[in-house]
């Protein structure tokens, strides 16, 4: 194609509505470790402002003002993990559905030889439960690469994860093209000098997305040559 080598992806809030499905499954952690904590929908708005599960569940546990000594690290990661089974069950039982437009535009750009990528703060076995569950196939045969909350060291708004990436695949940024959801993943792309089109999701409509390169309700409409024709204009 001729303005594109490259879609990559942002995955919570953006390949599907999955933030819905982390409360819940932190909810349930929470409930059968004897926690008296419940993450309801305001509170975990706010919660979202520190990306990355185990970073939000340790603000929250300093948030709270738990015992000093009653939450080591271990202990956290032990939450999370359990949080990560859950959330993969709830998943593999159908509760994540794609956004509209998602898997045709992904189909689309594979057929017109563009590769496809990941940069996600979400640990890899969710992006990895997600598109075996939608698509019915492993996420590593779906995108040429994958990068993940465990392979970076600063998780979004930072830009590593989108850096990553192009080094990865040694793209021309100005040849790719970025969807979000966020402020945080918007800020993180333009970070690394790439378009982006923001499609707002449950959790991140009314975010400031001005630094866009486009804004639009979902992907269902857009096809490719429309994402082509914004990263042009984003390059003229
Ligand atoms: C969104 C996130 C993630 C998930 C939690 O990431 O902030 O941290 O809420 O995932 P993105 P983990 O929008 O970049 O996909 O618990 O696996 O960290």
Redesign the pocket.
Known sequence: MDSLDCLIF????TIAET?EQ?RLAFNDVFAANRLDWVWDQDLYRRL?QV????ERLRLWVETVGAAPGDFPDERIEAL?HA??ARLGERISAGLCLLRPGVARLIGEARAAGLRLAVA????RV?IQALIRATFGREAEAVFDTLVT?EDVTAK?PHPEAYLTVLERLRLDPTRCLVLED?HI?LTAATGAGLATVVTPSFYSAGEDFAAATAVLPDLGDVGLADLARIAAAARA
């Not at 942002?10 to 809030?13: C, H, K, Q």
Request: glycine fraction near 22%.
């Open positions: 942002d995955v919570d809030g933030e982390h979202l990306t990355g599960g185990r999370h949080k990560n996600t703060t979400t640990s969710n909350g979004k966020t993943g």
